[in-house]
């Protein structure tokens, strides 16, 4: 029997290619051990100034998401495809515990639960997000990419950035959708009392 996440990955792979788009499967383990996995639609023959770009762009989704949120919809609105049309060489990240990288060298999500999901949006930043540009920039030749975060993408890049500055050289230009860096000015109720106890939730834990 297939698992859940085989069976997503292979409608993502199989929609991509139906609509006449290479795919790739990368993985990635980062120096804490977890194991993540890249995707990437390179550029075809029939995109536009292919000779000119070919530059790698790293598109990070938000909370609760996967890199399947940049390909699901259809090929005139969704950001994978238009920018795979105009000849980058499109990456798509997936963070620690969603549906694709949910793996790790010694941990199981599932016998030691504790363990494996004892990060947050910090590790992602210090860990995942390094370890996927240094991959493709590797895999490239490229000296830098472009990044598009949406949401919590953001949030990591800006953990990043903050906490290993020297990854700044490594990107030509940043685009934050939905950035989120202070939430001081969020508006629901649950999570303002959240956010008012978040101290006594860490001791406790």
């Not at 920039?137 to 990419?145: A, D, F, I, Q, V």
């Amino acid at each position: 029997l297939f698992s859940f996440i085989q069976i997503i990955l292979f409608f993502q792979e199989h929609l991509i290619i139906e609509r006449g788009y290479p795919f790739e499967s990368h993985r990635v383990t980062t120096s804490d051990g977890y194991i993540l996995e890249l995707h990437r639609v390179p550029p075809h023959d029939h995109t536009i100034n292919i000779a000119k770009s070919r530059y790698p762009v790293l598109l990070q989704h938000g909370l609760w998401s996967s890199s399947a949120d940049w390909m699901i919809p259809d090929v005139n609105f969704s950001l994978g495809y238009q920018l795979c049309n105009c000849g980058f060489d499109v990456w798509l990240g997936n963070s620690r515990g969603n549906t694709y990288s949910r793996n790790h060298i010694k941990l199981s999500a599932e016998k030691q639960p504790d363990q494996f999901w004892n990060f947050s949006f910090h590790e992602m930043g210090i860990y995942d997000l390094p370890a996927a540009i240094d991959f493709i920039l590797s895999t490239t030749g490229h000296k830098k990419l472009y990044y598009v975060g949406h949401s919590q993408g953001t949030t990591i890049f800006f953990v990043l950035t903050a906490s290993k500055p020297e990854y700044n050289e490594k990107i030509g230009a940043m685009v934050g959708l939905a950035p989120v860096a202070y939430l001081a000015n969020m508006k629901s109720p649950s999570l303002r009392k959240l956010a008012s106890i978040a101290d006594s939730i860490m001791v406790i834990n």
